[in-house]
């Protein structure tokens, strides 16, 4: 029988991303954290601009694919560092 990879590309909102009970976990190739401040800075103002516009826009924080893992998490395959950063 052929195993299917099947991608569900969605948005999500950050609150339901990280609220949902789940553990996030990168896998072993997975690179160091090599973000500097000018990375996290662009990151972080673009979220203080949102929250100073109001609460029915949204920001664009880039792609995010994960890997559900039966009953336990997710596998974070990229977005490692956007996902570090903000957590």
Do not use: A, C
């Not at 609150?15 to 976990?25: C, E, P, R, W």
């Not at 997975?30 to 609460?55: A, K, M, P, V």
């Not at 924080?61 to 997710?74: A, D, K, P, S, Y």
């Amino acid at each position: 029988m052929t195993k299917t990879n099947v991608l569900y590309p969605g948005t999500i909102n950050y609150q339901d991303l990280i609220g949902n009970g789940k553990s996030f976990s990168l896998p072993p190739y997975h690179r160091d954290y090599s973000w500097f401040e000018e990375q996290w800075e662009n990151l972080w103002n673009g979220i203080l601009e949102l929250r100073s516009i109001g609460s029915q826009e949204h920001h664009f924080m880039g792609t995010l694919v994960i890997h559900e893992q039966r009953n336990w998490g997710f596998l974070v395959i990229d977005g490692q560092q956007r996902l570090t950063t903000i957590t």
